[in-house]
């Protein structure tokens, strides 16, 4: 339940996804447990995780008319959907990092190393007449198509 404790990860999770509600709310306190232990505590990443968890209960919300009362339901998954991916795409809201490239091989000391490291998968190339270790057609090179 939100008790409104900024010191709080359950809470402040809550308040990110918007279950602030004491009377309904759309998950329990353990299923934000479960997400947090899930994200070794990464709260960003949890927040997501409970976000889906809501928006999936959502689902079942449809556009209802009895007499004159009209709800609509089917609106509240549609905002929620679009809040989550603004959520999730956009790094100034949730605070996610955006992602860095990374461009291996430009030293030879980074060759090298990717060379050497066992876990790596070499690719292998066709030439025409026998597939071979990438290793032993681009050694020191890197072929840019």
């Given at each position: 339940m939100f008790t409104n404790d900024p010191c709080n990860p359950l809470d402040r999770i809550r308040l990110l996804v918007g279950?602030?509600?004491?009377?309904?709310?759309?998950?329990?306190?353990?299923?934000?447990?479960?997400?947090?232990?899930?994200?070794?505590?990464?709260?960003?990443?949890?927040?997501?995780?409970?976000?889906?968890?809501?928006?999936?209960?959502?689902?079942?919300?449809?556009?209802?008319?009895?007499?004159?009362?009209?709800?609509?339901?089917?609106?509240?998954?549609?905002?929620?959907?679009?809040?989550?991916?603004?959520?999730?795409?956009?790094?100034?809201?949730?605070?996610?990092?955006?992602?860095?490239?990374?461009a291996g091989g430009i030293s030879e000391s980074d060759m090298q190393a990717n060379r050497n490291n066992t876990d790596n998968v070499t690719s292998r190339i066709y030439n025409g007449y026998t597939f071979e270790e990438r290793s032993q057609y681009l050694k020191d090179y890197w072929i840019i198509v």
């Open positions: 279950d602030t509600s004491e009377v309904n709310e759309y998950l329990a306190d353990q299923w934000y447990v479960y997400f947090l232990q899930k994200n070794q505590d990464n709260e960003t990443l949890a927040s997501i995780e409970a976000a889906k968890a809501i928006l999936s209960r959502f689902t079942s919300h449809t556009r209802e008319k009895v007499d004159q009362v009209e709800l609509w339901g089917n609106d509240k998954f549609n905002n929620y959907l679009i809040w989550l991916k603004d959520y999730i795409e956009n790094p100034s809201i949730s605070g996610l990092q955006s992602p860095v490239p990374y």
